[in-house]
């Protein structure tokens, strides 16, 4: 199962949003017969009067009557299903499900990119806060959603086999995503209900109403979900965070712009908004994600540098929250290089990129209406390796595509034996439904295999990793490696490394030194963490002050967070030299506090006790004595007069309680 989070109870919503649905059905029936719906946009107009509107919710102006489907056969009232083992649309006035509304548990199936993974997120975040239960298990469901990609047919083509087996078990199923979003005709969505992409924040409704036996379509593209909707990660540590939906381009290969549209960007405020928020709740990863990360804020008059330099401000300082730029093409960036340049380079940012060049040729770039040249592409990736240190860059390639020749693909092999890219994505091209690409003259199957694997042996062969081993490099640890085994970290170059060690470093910084090296990732034996190293400088003679900023540790050596001369990140001038070497050790001396829940003696007793063990290390304990920490180990044995007083009147209390049970139960029996 998967944690659900702590939001307020949405009762009263849903029951004026049940009452609001039942009089409407009603009324349409009365005049139609049908239960089928293509739009539940205006359903409740009043129904959050004096109240706002909660997460997931969104309270229309004016009201609009439902559009019944004409069913040529008789619904079945009483749900069962059909030859076809499709379930029939049940009558709305028919019995409801034996559950409470609310109670039942939805399985969330998720395809494609991690703009589509934090969609997931935000759906079961809202489904939660509602009352629904999650389970990773379809079995266990009583609905399925299913949030779908376009990119690629494999893709598409592992939603139609995923909504037929939903079919065959008699499962109400609600399909998002960029398949119904841009393709809602296919015969694979009948007798399904739909959400698209731009209506997200109404996934309770669509559940809601499917599990009535309801079809429902929402598919009208509206304002911009709202970013602080009820969130459940995938990873608790980590954030997806959209920057903007649809993009400039129009390639002609890509489906996706028919399902996300035109660029819309979310407003700097936003965004860095929800920046402070995510770390408050304790994450360390914040990915910025979009179909096109370069061309964000075009649409509003800012641009991305404006918006990374408005994130960067808000990391804190320890490196504790570390930021990765999402996937963009060239030509957005171009203008930009070196003030990107400069964000790769902070020490709280992935010196990272995904930029996708597709393609060795121009003449291929042309026909798939990339807006960009190899040439370009080329001075993207040398700009940002020369200027920021240990730089990653990861791109993809489309093989076989519609009039590639032999000469294209030969300058597509040399591109990427020129730079050996650490990260490649190979493709064959997929012609989808709808796009120019798709009516054009395909290259012969058997070709677009041998390319496919010609390349790929290529990068296969690439060591981009030799000369890591012996490093001692900083680690971000958020996740679990699929062998069960290791620990998944990631330094800051982005260049995974599995480490071992016990779950409980999940969310942690540490400093790790490599082991050894593999084709896809490297290995590594986890050194300190940083948050010991934290507290080992924090208890020292020279100790400032909690509230004031720390430079860095002697212990260090140097002070540094990148090979470009800057101040260190702990603040400006605090370290009094420049920056030399790859490196930057932050202390602090910050304790979180516990969270007082227990307001009882018992509680406040044990708190009280464990602040004077913490202020007694911090101001008497020199950890580099072994005499002083055996002394501080006898002394927090030691109980003080206090303590004693208050653990014997809570005895005391005890004992008096004993004594009047038992009398009274003496009293009893000789009645």
Known sequence: ????????????????????????????????????????????VGAGAGGGAPPGFRLP?????????????????????NSNGLSQIKHPLAPLSPKVPGSETIYIK??????????????????????????????????????????????????????????????????????????????????????????????????????KGHEVRLLSRKTLPALDLPKVRKNKFVEILPINVGCLGACTYCKTKHARGHLGSYTVDGLVGRVRSVIADGVREIWLSSEDTGAYGRDIGVNLPILLNAIVKELPPDGSTMLRIGMTNPPFILEHLKEIAEVLRHPCVYSFLHVPVQSGSDAVLTAMNREYTVSEFKTVVDTLTELVPGMQIATDIICGFPGETDENFAQTHDLIKEYKFPQLHISQFYPRPGTPAARMKKVPSTVVKNRSRELT?????????????????????????????????????????????????????????????????????????????????AVGKEMQSRESSFPCSNNFETCA??????????????????????????TTTGVPLEEQKNRNLIGWLLRKRKNQVQKFVENEIDLGSKEKRE?????????????????????????????????????????
């Open 561 to 586: 967070c990148s090979t470009e001369p800057e101040n260190c990140a702990c603040g400006p001038g605090s370290c009094g030299e420049q920056a030399t070497s790859t490196k930057c050790y932050v």
């Open 631 to 671: 002394q501080a180990q006898e002394s927090i044995g030691k109980w003080g007069a206090v303590d004693k007083a208050l653990l014997g009147g809570m005895l005391a209390s005890f004992l008096t309680i004993v004594a009047v049970l038992v009398h009274l139960g003496f009293r009893i029996l000789s009645n």
């Open 61 to 81: 102006i004016t009201s609009v009557g439902l559009n019944p489907k004409k069913n040529k056969k008789k619904p079945n009232l009483n749900g069962n299903s």
């Open 110 to 211: 998720t395809f494609g990119c991690s703009h589509n993974q934090s969609d997931s997120e935000y759906m079961a975040g809202q489904l939660s806060a509602f009352g629904y239960s999650l389970s990773d298990n379809p079995e266990d469901a009583d609905l399925w959603l299913i949030n779908t990609c376009t990119v690629k047919s494999p893709s598409q083509s592992a939603m139609d086999t995923l909504i037929a087996k939903g079919k065959g078990a008699k499962k109400p199923l609600v399909v998002a995503g960029c398949v119904p979003q841009g393709s809602r005709d296919i015969k694979e969505l009948d007798g399904v209900s739909i959400v698209g992409v731009q209506q997200i924040d109404r996934v309770v409704e669509i559940v809601e109403e499917t599990l």
């Open 457 to 537: 042996s290529v990068f296969e062969a690439f060591t981009p990793y030799v000369g890591m081993e012996g490093r001692v490099e900083r680690i971000w640890i958020t996740e679990v490696a699929t062998d069960g085994t290791h620990l998944v970290g990631h330094t800051k170059g982005y260049v995974q490394v599995l480490v071992a060690g016990p779950e409980i470093m999940l969310g942690t910084s540490a400093i790790a030194k490599i082991t050894s090296v593999g084709r896809w990732s490297v290995f590594g034996e986890v050194i300190e963490t940083i948050p010991e190293m934290n507290d080992r400088a």
């Open 1 to 44: 199962m998967r944690p659900r989070p702590s939001f307020p109870p949405y009762t009263n919503y849903k029951r004026k949003f049940t009452e609001a649905v039942a009089v409407c059905l009603k009324t349409q029936n009365s005049k139609s017969g049908s239960s089928s719906m293509e739009d539940i946009e205006d359903l409740f």
